[in-house]
C-alpha cells in the first residue's frame, strides 16, 4: 500500500505567486519521520528539510515553509514568491522507526513550473 | 566537502549484458543506500547498507540484482542479464549513520539505457 501520497501530479504558476505542495502520509508506526527533496532539472535530489512525528511546529525557512499537521496525516510545503528557479520535481518521502527502519518510501513527485 | 558521487553517469548496454554501478558516499558515513527512478515516478528502495553489511535488501527486484559494499567505502551494484525494465535511473545515498532520523544525501544517479 502507497504510504505517501503526492496528489498533484504537475503544477505551473506565474513568477511571484505562492503554491502549496500537497503530502499525505500513511503510517501506524508512533515515530517516524518526514523529509521533503527537490530534484531539478539536473537530476541530483537534495534535501530540503527533516521532521519527526513529536515536533508539529510549522517551519519556515527564507521563502520555504512548511505544515505538518498529525491529526489529517499531511505536510504541506509552500513556497512564497515563487522564482523561475524553483522549477523542480518534488518529493516527499517517509521514513519509520519500526515499520520500515532505515529506508525512505517516496511519493510520486509534484512537477512544479514556474513561468517568468 | 565533497558529496555522493556515482559513476558512470550514463550507461548504456544492450540486452542481456551484465552492468555494474559504482556509488562513492560521503567520507564518514556509515550508512550507504540505493534507490531506482523510473521515468517520471518516484524513488523505489533497493537496498540498504550498515558498514558492509545489508541489513535489509528487501527492495532487490530479483536475484539478477546484487550490491556489495567494501568497508564503509564504496559500493558496487551489479545487474546481471539486464533487461529492458532495468532501464532507470539508479542513485546513490548515503547518511551519518543508519536509522530513520538520519538524513540520507544523494549522488547524481546513473542513468541506465537497456536496449
Same mark, same amino acid.
Given at each position: 500500500?502507497?504510504?505517501?501520497?503526492?496528489?498533484?501530479?504537475?503544477?505551473?504558476?506565474?513568477?511571484?505567486?505562492?503554491?502549496?505542495?500537497?503530502?499525505?502520509?500513511?503510517?501506524?508506526?508512533?515515530?517516524?519521520?518526514?523529509?521533503?527533496?527537490?530534484?531539478?532539472?539536473?537530476?541530483?535530489?537534495?534535501?530540503?528539510?527533516?521532521?519527526?512525528?513529536?515536533?508539529?511546529?510549522?517551519?519556515?525557512?527564507?521563502?520555504?515553509?512548511?505544515?505538518?499537521?498529525?491529526?489529517?496525516?499531511?505536510?504541506?510545503?509552500?513556497?512564497?514568491?515563487?522564482?523561475?528557479?524553483?522549477?523542480?520535481?518534488?518529493?516527499?518521502?517517509?521514513?519509520?522507526?519500526?515499520?520500515s527502519?532505515s529506508r525512505l518510501?517516496?511519493?510520486?513527485?509534484?512537477?512544479?513550473?514556474?513561468?517568468? | 566537502?565533497?558529496?555522493?558521487?556515482?559513476?558512470?553517469?550514463?550507461?548504456?548496454?544492450?540486452?542481456?549484458?551484465?552492468?555494474?554501478?559504482?556509488?562513492?558516499?560521503?567520507?564518514?558515513?556509515?550508512?550507504?543506500?540505493?534507490?531506482? #527512478? &523510473?521515468?517520471? *515516478?518516484?524513488?523505489?528502495f533497493?537496498?540498504?547498507?550498515?558498514?558492509?553489511? $545489508?541489513?535489509?535488501? +528487501?527492495?532487490?527486484?530479483?536475484?539478477?540484482?546484487?550490491?556489495?559494499?567494501?568497508?564503509?567505502?564504496?559500493?558496487?551494484?551489479?545487474? #546481471? &542479464?539486464?533487461? *529492458?525494465?532495468?532501464?532507470?535511473?539508479?542513485?546513490?545515498?548515503?547518511?551519518? $549513520?543508519?536509522?530513520? +532520523?538520519?538524513?540520507?544525501?544523494?549522488?547524481?544517479?546513473?542513468?541506465?539505457?537497456?536496449?
Amino acid at each position: 500500500a502507497q504510504k505517501v501520497t503526492q496528489a498533484q501530479t504537475e503544477i505551473s504558476v506565474v513568477e511571484k505567486e505562492d503554491v502549496t505542495l500537497d503530502c499525505v502520509y500513511e503510517t501506524r508506526d508512533t515515530t517516524y519521520y518526514l523529509f521533503w527533496y527537490k530534484q531539478p532539472p539536473s537530476g541530483e535530489l537534495v534535501f530540503l528539510i527533516r521532521r519527526n512525528s513529536f515536533d508539529e511546529q510549522n517551519e519556515i525557512s527564507g521563502r520555504y515553509s512548511w505544515n505538518f499537521q498529525k491529526s489529517t496525516s499531511s505536510f504541506n510545503f509552500t513556497i512564497t514568491a515563487s522564482q523561475v528557479v524553483d522549477s523542480a520535481v518534488y518529493f516527499c518521502a517517509l521514513s519509520e522507526e519500526e515499520t520500515s527502519g532505515s529506508r525512505l518510501t517516496f511519493g510520486e513527485g509534484t512537477q512544479l513550473t514556474v513561468n517568468p | 566537502g565533497a558529496g555522493v558521487s556515482q559513476s558512470p553517469s550514463n550507461k548504456v548496454t544492450e540486452k542481456g549484458k551484465d552492468v555494474e554501478l559504482r556509488c562513492d558516499p560521503i567520507s564518514g558515513h556509515t550508512a550507504l543506500y540505493w534507490y531506482r #527512478q &523510473r521515468l517520471g *515516478q518516484g524513488l523505489e528502495f533497493l537496498i540498504y547498507f550498515q558498514g558492509n553489511s $545489508a541489513p535489509d535488501k +528487501s527492495g532487490l527486484p530479483s536475484d539478477r540484482f546484487s550490491a556489495e559494499r567494501t568497508g564503509e567505502s564504496v559500493s558496487t551494484l551489479t545487474i #546481471q &542479464r539486464t533487461q *529492458q525494465e532495468d532501464s532507470a535511473v539508479y542513485l546513490c545515498a548515503s547518511s551519518l $549513520a543508519g536509522g530513520p +532520523s538520519y538524513t540520507q544525501y544523494f549522488g547524481p544517479g546513473t542513468r541506465l539505457t537497456v536496449l
